[in-house]
């Protein structure tokens, strides 16, 4: 660990060395006191799920998440050029420096709202810039998905930073995250291109009622094209706004544009462990953070904080060999119990009526450990679920308390 580069309400960012790899990393720590007090719990698990699923050159990448009892640590990539507002603080930016680097925002908010997550607060404070000098988006914690849009399929949590905030969320009757984030590119763009902000008041409520009414000047020096396009993006009518696909016909912004092509695949953190010619897929921190009880890790281990329906225990047994012991039950109740092996690392076992009674997914932890997670079918009661409890259950479980006896596990 190394110096604070920065700090928040609830985290403080430090840069850091890998001691391994020698490689510069930013580390964003976060007190689970201040995270539970303040009700950030889901705010932060979201975070770490949205970071995950994003791979783009432009998005700052998350490369592990650490935790104890008492802090979590995001371990991201470092971003050596600090940020972007900096440089506009020395001195405003060309049009065509300000085209590039906001072809490379929007490039980043393109693959974000293919992908139904919305950013909600972009601003100068998040953009940031790597040794090469290419931009980098940073901080999703006050991101949304498409499940948390409600019936009438709009946004209602009001967020995001007063002078880069979207007129139609201070109206606070609901709004699209997509055209909240066109908003806030605008004033991006406008901040790049003139030095200052589009509407700017010491009185809040007034800065507010600048916003609503979206009146602005552009500087003299903004040509044509750009106070056109400008005038576009800070509509404060969101139906009228122009979206992201619009933004890239503009001819003022696609003058040297060029797409950066992504695969839905590539997704870092997943790595496939071979297990006599078998896939299953390493667990990493995003996974393991995503099951724990109130952002407690303590307890991961421990079946008991699993929500209704779902059991899961390490177990020092590889995954074919514990596939084969369930085969070998099912085998042996003569009709009783049918296993259908779903994946490699996934198994049904189904009741004599077809009925799923649990469905077994392993998951590898380490080279020697793997996670075996059990959900019950809806079928929770009969023969078969008997057999779950009194044979295989048991069986799968027993290495535990070896572990547990030499002290590699804790808890009860």
């Given amino acids: 660990m190394g110096k604070l580069l920065g700090q928040g309400a609830f985290a403080k960012v430090y840069h850091a060395r890998n001691l391994k790899t020698g490689q510069s990393v930013a580390i964003k720590a976060m007190s689970l006191r201040n995270v539970l007090k303040g009700g950030l719990t889901e705010h932060v698990k979201r975070e770490v799920s949205i970071m995950h699923r994003l791979h783009h050159p432009h998005i700052v990448r998350i490369l592990e998440v650490l935790a104890t ?207 006599n010619n078998e896939q299953y897929k390493f667990l990493n921190a995003f996974d393991i953070i995503s099951w724990s009880h109130g952002l407690d890790l303590s307890g991961l281990i421990d079946l008991r904080h699993c929500s209704v329906g779902v059991e899961r225990f390490v177990s020092a047994k590889s995954p074919k060999r514990i596939v084969g012991e369930i085969d070998e039950v099912a085998e042996a109740e003569e009709g009783k119990m049918m296993v259908v092996r779903k994946k490699d690392s996934v198994v049904q076992v189904q009741g004599p009526n077809g009925d799923i009674v649990f469905t077994v997914d392993i998951h590898r932890l380490t080279d020697e450990l793997v996670i075996v997670e059990i959900r019950r079918g809806k079928n929770k009661d009969g023969p078969s679920l008997e057999l779950w409890k009194d044979k295989l259950r048991t069986q799968l479980r027993g290495f535990a308390r070896h572990y547990k006896k030499s002290g590699f596990l804790r808890g009860p």
């Fill in 69 to 275: 009892k008492t802090k979590v640590y995001f371990v991201l990539e470092f971003a050596k050029g600090g940020e972007l507002l900096a440089l506009v603080k020395k001195g405003r930016f060309s049009e065509d420096v300000s085209r590039m680097y906001f072809q490379q925002l929007i490039s980043a908010l393109g693959y974000c709202h293919s992908r139904g997550i919305f950013h909600r607060d972009l601003k100068g404070e998040n953009l940031l810039l790597d040794e090469n000098s290419n931009l980098k988006v940073t901080d999703f914690g006050l991101s949304a998905v498409t499940a948390q849009i409600q019936p009438d399929g709009l946004l209602h949590t009001l967020c995001g930073t007063p002078a880069y905030m979207a007129p139609e969320i201070l109206a606070n009757k609901g709004y699209d995250g997509a055209k909240v984030d066109i908003w806030s590119c605008g004033i991006v763009l406008y901040v790049l291109n003139a030095g200052y902000f589009p509407f700017s008041d010491r009185n809040i409520w007034m800065l507010y009622h600048k916003i609503f009414k979206g009146e602005f000047r552009c500087p003299k020096w903004t040509s044509p094209e750009l106070k056109r396009f400008l005038h576009r993006l800070l509509d404060s009518n969101p139906n009228t706004r122009i979206t992201v696909d619009q933004i890239i016909d503009d001819p003022w912004f696609k003058k040297g544009y060029r797409h950066i092509q992504t695969s839905s695949d590539d997704l870092f953190g997943l790595e496939d462990y071979d297990d």
